[in-house]
């Protein structure tokens, strides 16, 4: 991530570029000139590219031939796209994740939510941001499916800017709390409040990014409720 030891270059220049997009640094439709950028990190032109090629081929940025390359936007038909695609992809991620996952994914999983409530308390929306992403991978690994860890790899990074949009404008409060439910249905194999669970916490995450659109909607049970009610 930003802000650590990096071994190569061009990985000092994906994770800056990385957190200036994700952060709104650079905002949607931002070009991103190679010269400003190589000041800007201080790396040569070939980490820079490689760097911005990665990031395209994730979606964060638009690169035609010939062209500068800039951010990529968001509209709210995209969003739709976006979270009808989670809902299909991560739900049935997390039920093979109830019958596949070892021990010691769990504890990854489990690991993962105390560096969230760490990173929360801290008040690190960006660190935030990609600890959810690791927590969402984390359970799609655990399915031993190669095609859906790359779906939902891919689908998440769309997420990533929105995530932290939605930290900065409405908190925190809660995400964990969902990730949670998860983790230990996931460890009772409670498929039913998996499914329950997996589900509102797609609903919720849309529901934040629809306000923040101007489209409110319902909002789900929080977490906590349903997590007191099952223990």
Request: hydrophobic share 40%; proline share 3%.
């Given at each position: 991530?930003?802000?650590?030891?990096?071994?190569?270059?061009?990985?000092?220049?994906y994770?800056?570029l990385?957190?200036?997009i994700?952060?709104?640094?650079?905002?949607?439709l931002?070009?991103?000139?190679?010269?400003?950028?190589m000041?800007?990190?201080?790396?040569g032109?070939?980490?820079?590219r490689e760097?911005?090629?990665?990031?395209s081929?994730?979606?964060?940025?638009?690169?035609?031939?010939?062209?500068?390359?800039?951010?990529?936007?968001?509209?709210?038909?995209?969003?739709?796209?976006?979270?009808e695609?989670?809902?299909?992809?991560?739900?049935?991620?997390?039920?093979?994740?109830?019958?596949?996952?070892?021990?010691?994914?769990?504890?990854?999983?489990?690991?993962?939510?105390?560096?969230?409530?760490?990173?929360?308390?801290?008040?690190?929306?960006?660190?935030?941001?990609?600890?959810?992403?690791?927590?969402?991978l984390?359970?799609?690994?655990?399915s031993?499916?190669?095609?859906?860890?790359e779906?939902?790899?891919?689908?998440?990074?769309?997420?990533?800017?929105?995530?932290?949009?939605?930290?900065?404008?409405i908190?925190?409060?809660?995400?964990?709390?969902h990730?949670?439910?998860?983790v230990?249905?996931?460890?009772?194999?409670?498929?039913?409040?998996?499914?329950?669970s997996?589900?509102?916490?797609?609903?919720?995450s849309?529901?934040?990014?629809?306000?923040?659109?101007?489209?409110?909607?319902?909002?789900?049970?929080?977490?906590g409720?349903?997590?007191?009610?099952?223990?």
């Amino acid at each position: 991530m930003a802000g650590q030891n990096y071994t190569t270059k061009t990985e000092q220049a994906y994770w800056n570029l990385r957190k200036a997009i994700v952060t709104g640094e650079f905002g949607e439709l931002s070009p991103l000139d190679e010269t400003v950028l190589m000041e800007r990190i201080d790396v040569g032109r070939t980490p820079i590219r490689e760097a911005i090629k990665r990031l395209s081929s994730e979606e964060f940025v638009v690169w035609h031939p010939h062209r500068t390359p800039h951010v990529r936007s968001t509209s709210i038909d995209d969003l739709a796209a976006l979270y009808e695609a989670r809902q299909i992809f991560e739900v049935k991620a997390a039920l093979m994740a109830a019958e596949r996952a070892t021990a010691a994914d769990l504890d990854a999983m489990e690991k993962l939510c105390d560096q969230l409530d760490k990173a929360i308390r801290a008040n690190d929306p960006y660190q935030v941001a990609e600890l959810d992403y690791d927590f969402h991978l984390a359970i799609a690994e655990a399915s031993y499916n190669r095609f859906l860890v790359e779906a939902i790899r891919f689908l998440n990074f769309g997420s990533l800017r929105l995530w932290y949009r939605s930290y900065i404008r409405i908190g925190t409060e809660s995400i964990n709390d969902h990730h949670r439910l998860q983790v230990d249905a996931i460890r009772r194999g409670d498929v039913e409040l998996l499914e329950r669970s997996t589900v509102d916490h797609i609903e919720f995450s849309h529901d934040r990014q629809l306000k923040i659109f101007g489209f409110p909607r319902g909002t789900p049970e929080p977490a906590g409720a349903l997590l007191a009610a099952n223990r």
